[in-house]
C-alpha cells in the first residue's frame, strides 16, 4: 500500500502545542499500516515537514551516503535531522509540535495552521504564511511556468 497526502486542510493547535492531523491524512496512514511520523524542519521553507517513517528513514540513508563534511550535508544535519522527532498521533489524532519546530514555523500555541498535501509526506504551515506562500506562487507562476513543459508537466 502506498501512502498519499493529497490537498490543503485548516485546523489548530491547541494550548499544549498539539494539532489534529486531518482525517484524510489519518486514513492513509491506517490503512498502511504504520502511523509512526517524523516531524522536522523543512529545509526550503519555514514549515514543519512530516515524514511517514519509512520515508524518513529513505531520507536518512541518504543522508549517510553522501560525504558528511561536505557544507550541504552538515545543513541537512544541523538544520533538519537535528529537530527529528518521531511521534504516534494520539487517541485523537493530534501530534505535537514541539518548540523549535512551532518557532521555526512560526507557529503559536492556539493558532491557525493549515496541513498541505505534498504526496508522500505533509507540512504544517503557519496558516498566513501558507496564504502568503501560496499567493506569491501565483505571482510569480509566470517565471516558473515555462518550466513545466520541460518538466513533462
Known sequence: MKLTFRGTFSARTDEKGRTAIPARFRASLKEYGDERLVLTRDLARRCV????????????????????????????RTHSV????????DT??????????????DIDLQADVAFVGQ??????????????AEMTSAETRHEWTPD?????F
Open 92 to 105: 485523537h489524532g493530534r501530534v505535537s509540535l514541539k518548540d523549535g519546530l512551532r518557532s521555526y514555523a
Open 82 to 89: 537535528a529537530f527529528a522527532t518521531e511521534q504516534v498521533p
Open 49 to 76: 515537514v512530516v515524514y511517514p517513517l519509512a520515508a524518513w528513514e529513505a531520507f536518512e540513508e541518504k543522508v549517510l551516503a553522501k560525504p558528511q563534511t561536505h557544507p550541504l550535508v552538515v545543513h541537512v
Open 148 to 152: 513545466l513543459a520541460d518538466m513533462g
Open 119 to 132: 504526496i508522500d509526506r505533509f507540512e504544517i504551515w503557519n496558516e498566513t504564511a501558507w496564504q502568503q
